[in-house]
C-alpha cells in the first residue's frame, strides 16, 4: 500500500524533529567527574565480567552476579554494555586489543630484521598471552563476535589484521615481498592460521593454563611456512626456486 504524501504532515514531523535537536543540543556537556565516573564504572564493570565468565563460563556468568560484584546498578549495567552479550564483547576487545598492543609494542626481535622473523616474534607473543588465559580464550573464541556489541570485537580483529598489513607494507617497501603482493589478503591468511593453531592447543590443553605453548608456537612456525611455500606455487611470477629455499630452510622462524 503506498501512502499518499502529506505535507502537513511532514512538515509536522520536521518540526518535531526540529524541537527534540534543540532540546538535546541544549542539554549541558557532561563534566569531567561525570566523565571519569562513568568510565571507573564500565572499568568495574568489565573486570567483574572478565573475573565471572573465567570462573563460570559465559553461561554460568549472570548480569545479576555482575552488577553486585561490579557494585553498580542493573540499570548502569545495562546502560554501558546493554545485554550479556555485548558484556562479552567488551570484555573480548579491551583484552585482545591489550593483547595486541603488547605483541606489537614489546616485539623483541629488533625493526631491522626480516618481516618474517618479527611477524613469527609478534603472533608466537599473542599466541602465548591467549594460552596463559584459556578459560578466557576458549569463551572468546566461541561466542564472541557475534550479537550486541559485535563491534567492539570486530574493531579489535581490524587492529591485529591493520597492524600486521602494516609490517608487510613495510617489507614491500624494503624489497622482502613483492609489490604485487597483497598484504591485507596475507593479514587475513595469517590471522585464519594463528586461529586454527589456537583453537588446536586449546583441544590440547583443556586444563593446564600453565602449559608451555612452545609446541603449538612451533606448529604455528610450521603452519605459516606451509602458507608461503602454497602461496609461492600459487604466484607464478615467483621463481620456482623459491619453494627449493623455503623446503630447506631449517629455521622455523625465517
Same mark, same amino acid.
Given at each position: 500500500?503506498?501512502? #499518499? ?36 564504572? /564500565? ?10 565468565? #573465567? ?57 631491522? #630484521? ?18 596463559? #588465559? ?33 609490517? /608487510? ?50 606448529? /604455528? ?21 623459491? /619453494? ?11
Amino acid at each position: 500500500t503506498v501512502t #499518499a504524501y502529506d505535507p502537513v504532515a511532514m512538515h509536522e514531523a520536521q518540526r518535531v524533529f526540529a524541537l527534540q535537536r534543540e532540546a538535546y543540543l541544549r542539554q549541558p556537556y557532561p563534566s569531567y567527574e561525570e566523565r571519569r565516573a562513568n568510565l571507573d564504572k /564500565l572499568e568495574r564493570i568489565l573486570r567483574a565480567g572478565r573475573e565471572l565468565f #573465567a570462573q563460570h563460563g559465559y553461561a554460568g556468568a549472570t548480569m545479576n552476579d555482575v552488577a553486585t560484584r561490579a557494585g553498580v546498578s542493573k540499570g548502569a549495567l545495562y546502560f554501558h554494555v546493554g545485554s550479556k552479550n555485548g558484556l562479552l564483547n567488551e570484555v573480548f576487545g579491551a583484552d585482545f586489543n591489550g593483547w595486541i598492543d603488547e605483541a606489537f609494542d614489546q616485539d623483541p626481535v629488533e625493526p631491522s #630484521a626480516p618481516f618474517s622473523d618479527r611477524l613469527v616474534g609478534i603472533y608466537a607473543r599473542l599466541v602465548a598471552l591467549m594460552c596463559a #588465559a584459556p578459560d578466557l580464550t576458549r569463551i572468546y573464541m566461541a561466542d564472541a563476535g557475534a550479537g550486541e556489541g559485535r563491534d567492539r570485537a570486530v574493531d579489535a580483529m581490524d587492529n591485529l589484521l591493520g597492524r600486521t598489513t602494516a609490517l /608487510l607494507d613495510q617489507a614491500k617497501e624494503r624489497g622482502e615481498l613483492r609489490p604485487e603482493v597483497d598484504g591485507r589478503s596475507l593479514a587475513y591468511n595469517l590471522w585464519a592460521l594463528y586461529f586454527v593453531e589456537q583453537h588446536r592447543w586449546l583441544l590440547d590443553h583443556p586444563n593446564a593454563p600453565d602449559a608451555d605453548p612452545t609446541p603449538e608456537i612451533e606448529a /604455528l612456525r610450521r603452519a605459516v611456512t606451509q602458507q608461503f611455500d602454497e602461496y609461492v606455487k600459487l604466484n607464478k611470477k615467483i621463481p620456482p626456486a623459491s /619453494l627449493t629455499s623455503i623446503a630447506g630452510n631449517d629455521d622455523a622462524g625465517r
